[in-house]
Each structure stands twice: as structure tokens, then as C-alpha cells.
């Protein structure tokens, strides 16, 4: 059973899908089942470089920054993408980055109650709750 908004990858040749809709099948590529994602919250290394962080701009702004301490965005390791998504789950956002570029985004929702995961093309799936 799969449900909306999860994600899955494909552990031979690498796709990653997120369901849109709800659905009873198993997920399947490269003729093996697909690898359902978790997403992490703490980083046990010490300095957290993964899981976002929510914090309001001098224009009063919501920015959403991957890590207390800003995670690398080089070529061999960065964020791919930072998805938000609504408290009831009907609505999702998603910023695709790519090496050189800040790990950080604006939130584009009109409320703050919202969850940010991000992809790390190393580490995987990260999250956190603004409540």
C-alpha cells in the first residue's frame, strides 16, 4: 500500500518518484520493488548539516535553511531538492538546487505550519516540522 506524498527509489538505476495518489500496488523498477524512503530528523555526526531549518528574514520572510550549519553544495555533494509541504497535506512545493547554489529557500505557503524535506544526493531524505 502506498500513500500520497511518499517516496520511493529505485536502488539499481536511481529514480526517485513521490505518490500522488494513494494506491494498493507495490512499486516496482528495474524489474525490483522500489525502496520506500524515511526521512531522517537528527544528525547523529554532531554539527547538523541536513535537517532544515525555519527562521524569518529581515523582511519577515520565512527562509528554510538545510542545516545549522550550511551543508556542502559542491558537485560530488549537495542538496538536490527541498520540498514543502501544507500541515493538511494538500498542497507541495518543489525547489530543485544544484551545486554552487545556497542551500536555502523561501517558503511559498501563506502559513508557517508546514513540513520541509530535503534530498541529499549522499545522505538521503531529511525532514522537519515547523509547527
Known amino acids: 500500500m502506498t500513500e500520497r506524498l511518499e517516496l520511493y ?21 528495474c524489474g525490483e520493488e522500489m525502496e520506500h524512503l524515511n526521512a531522517q530528523n537528527n544528525d547523529s555526526m554532531g554539527l547538523e ?20 550549519t550550511p551543508h556542502p553544495m559542491i558537485n560530488e555533494h549537495y542538496i538536490m ?4 509541504i501544507s500541515e493538511d497535506k494538500n498542497h ?19 502559513t508557517d505550519k508546514i513540513t520541509a524535506r530535503e534530498y541529499c544526493n549522499i545522505h538521503g531524505l531529511w525532514e522537519a516540522k515547523n509547527d
Request: hydrophobic letters at 40%; aromatic letters at 10%.
Open 92 to 110: 507541495a512545493h518543489f525547489h530543485y538546487l544544484y551545486p554552487e547554489m545556497k542551500p536555502e529557500i523561501l517558503n511559498k505557503f501563506d
Open 9 to 29: 527509489r529505485c536502488n539499481i538505476c536511481g529514480n526517485l518518484v513521490e505518490v500522488i495518489l494513494d494506491g494498493a500496488g507495490e512499486l516496482v523498477c
Open 49 to 68: 548539516k541536513h535537517v532544515p531549518v525555519f527562521e524569518v528574514n529581515d523582511k519577515g520572510e520565512q527562509i528554510i535553511r538545510i542545516g545549522s
Open 81 to 84: 531538492f527541498v520540498e514543502t
